[in-house]
């Protein structure tokens, strides 16, 4: 069962805007990430949502199994991504 990943439009803009290095990563992981997504992520506290590590990089990650869905709807740095973003 392969799920299909959403790209909110701010995770968007944030992985267009890091060097091609680090995008081609995280894009990597990602993908490598659809088949089962649970290997990868972890539980993020206070809040109905997993994260991702990539590096210095954290992903915000949503995952609807019923849909076969994974939503990304925050990408950042991981100094600056828990700041308010949930």
Do not use: C
């Amino acid at each position: 069962m392969t799920f299909t990943v959403r790209w909110s439009k701010r995770a968007e803009q944030v992985l267009g805007k890091l060097p091609k290095q680090i995008a081609h990563r995280i894009a990597r992981k990602v993908d490598t990430m659809r088949g089962n997504p649970f290997r990868f992520l972890e539980h993020y506290e206070g809040a109905a949502i997993f994260k991702l590590r990539v590096g210095s990089y954290r992903l915000l990650v949503d995952v609807d199994v019923k849909a076969n869905v994974i939503s990304v709807p925050v990408l950042g740095h991981r100094r600056n991504i828990y700041r308010g973003t949930v």
